[in-house]
């Protein structure tokens, strides 16, 4: 992994892919901008400077997906699978690749803790935060491509220990961390835990696409087998008529007695044989057979699902685990708290 270095954008652990939509894609991918949908049209405003910079242009933009309203929006941005605005996303994703260090500020909110049926019956005397407890979210660009068909989703997986969670991170107020603060953190087994993640997810996803390739597979294979099947039956038949003509045409030269008619008729067998015979050198099913071979591999090839995944990013977290003095019954202990998980650990 790479070392920590700070990015402007803001990462939610959302694992929802972004099948073929690219407004969802849009919307995920900006997410922590301004955006504003309103009569078909989407802003999208205080994007990152490093966006605006490798975009070439600055916010805010206005993306349509009409061509109709195109035309009437001025300086707006047609989105359709392929158009530039998206290929300028999935190149900026596929540039990034980074890691990004961000500290959560988060303090315990003592109105919950005391509803917290663990502190049940307990008062809480003292609050102070004793380490540092880690979370990563790793940030996934996926590429299909099958056909004539390009999908392209982001997937962010966010991993604490060996646990994977569904939590809102972007709920948060983060800055920018100080590699000071904490420990040196190896992520190379979170990331190894949601890449697994993310090709079970990838297996899951692709399971109805993968159907559909399989079945129009099928068709096109019989399809150019009924085709070859067909051109051999006709060549064979071509043989048999060639042979039959043979036949015909030496019996009728048995009963013939004019030389005029003996020339035209050995000219017409000689014929005949010399076609029987270079349909015979030919080896026109051999060849016919390689054809369809070859026709049937390039269907397979055609028909191959193309999975691309590249990670795009992967932040590591840290935030303050606290240490809660308690009293309950005369009694005093400590009990340590998760604010991001919102979890006494007793």
């Known amino acids: 992994m790479n070392k920590p270095k700070n990015t402007p954008l803001n990462y939610s652990t959302k694992m929802k892919m972004k099948k073929n939509n690219p407004k969802e894609f849009i919307l995920d991918f900006f997410k922590g901008s301004k955006i504003t949908d309103e009569k078909g049209v989407l802003t ?20 349509v997906f009409d061509f109709k309203l195109h ?7 047609l989105i359709m699978q392929g158009s530039y605005f998206l290929l300028s996303i999935r190149d900026y994703l596929s540039n990034k690749g980074q890691t ?5 500020n988060i303090k315990p909110d003592l109105l919950s803790l005391n509803k917290n049926p663990k502190l049940k019956n307990c008062k809480i005397k ?8 880690f979370l990563s979210v790793f940030s996934f ?20 220990g060996k646990e994977f969670l569904d939590i809102d991170i972007s709920k948060f107020k983060t800055q920018n961390g100080h590699k000071e603060e904490i420990p040196s953190i190896d992520l190379n087994e979170s990331y190894k835990l949601s890449k ?17 390739l399989i079945e129009k597979l099928d068709k096109e294979i019989h399809r150019v087998k009924d085709h070859y099947f067909k051109q051999i039956k006709e060549k064979d038949e071509e043989v048999e008529r060639c042979a039959e003509k043979i036949k015909l045409l030496k019996s009728k030269l048995r009963h013939t007695y004019y030389d005029r008619d003996i020339n035209i008729l050995n000219r017409l067998i000689r014929e005949s044989n010399e076609r029987l015979e270079n349909l015979k050198k030919k080896s026109y099913k ?7 071979k070859f026709h049937i591999t390039d269907e397979v090839e055609k028909h191959v699902l193309s999975i691309k995944n590249s990670l795009i990013n992967a932040t590591l977290f840290y935030y303050p685990v606290y240490n809660l003095l308690v ?20």
């Open 196 to 212: 697994n993640r993310l090709d079970s997810q990838v297996i899951k996803e692709t399971k109805p696409i993968k159907i559909h």
């Open 141 to 160: 660009l996926s590429i299909y491509q099958y056909l004539n068909e390009k999908k392209q989703s982001i997937s962010r997986i966010l991993v604490k």
């Open 100 to 104: 990004s260090l961000l500290k959560i």
């Open 71 to 77: 035309n009437k929006v001025k300086d707006s941005e």
């Open 286 to 292: 051999e060849r016919l057979k390689v054809e369809e």
């Open 327 to 346: 009293s309950s019954k005369g009694k005093t202990r400590n009990v340590k708290y998760d604010p991001v998980l919102d979890k006494v650990l007793i």
């Open 44 to 63: 999208i405003s205080e994007v990152s400077k490093e966006f605006e910079d490798f975009i070439g242009k600055k916010s805010p933009y206005k993306l």
């Open 126 to 133: 003292e609050v102070k935060p004793v380490n540092f407890d």
